[in-house]
């Protein structure tokens, strides 16, 4: 994908809404951060350690556990991240992802993110913040109506 293209995706994302357009070119510097996975690709290891925040710009991928292999969890499609925890924590990876068709993926990293200005690192984190403030309200609901059926 050409740089003005990705710019103009990312536009779209609600992540990156408050960006401006030198923020966005300032993100895709990096060219070793676009992946391209092919269908059934594992992308995503379950127990694996490293710190990338994946943005899907074309495909759909496959959220599960090594638990429970054939019970999705989730199905992403373009504009969707996932891997947030990771980029600021150093644990284990908690699922599996992998590659339903063809996907490109956006990745960024810790050390991507150090290297951004101060103000765009800011952003950045703040918008990161959201997000996972986002992720646990909707797993509290969910942890909710599951007690409400289950009683």
Do not use: C
């Not at 293209?5 to 609600?14: H, K, N, P, Q, V």
């Not at 350690?49 to 969890?73: A, E, N, Y």
């Not at 918008?127 to 289950?150: C, F, G, P, T």
Request: proline share 3%; aromatic share 6%; no cysteine.
């Amino acid at each position: 994908m050409e740089n003005k293209l990705i710019m103009s995706f990312l536009a779209g994302i609600s992540f990156f809404k408050d960006f401006t357009l030198k923020d966005r070119a300032e993100l895709i510097q990096s060219k070793d951060m676009f992946i391209k996975f092919s269908a059934d690709q594992l992308i995503i290891r379950e127990g694996d350690i490293d710190d990338g925040l994946f943005i899907i710009l074309k495909g759909q991928v496959l959220v599960t556990k090594q638990s429970k292999p054939h019970v999705p969890l989730a199905q992403l499609g373009p504009g969707s991240l996932f891997g947030e925890i990771n980029l600021i924590s150093n644990k284990p990876r908690t699922t599996n992802v992998t590659a339903i068709r063809e996907v490109v993926v956006m990745r960024i990293t810790q050390k991507m993110v150090n290297k951004m200005d101060l103000a765009l690192q800011k952003k950045f984190q703040e918008k990161l913040i959201h997000l996972l403030v986002q992720r646990l309200e909707e797993m509290n609901q969910k942890l909710s109506v599951a007690m409400k059926n289950n009683s």
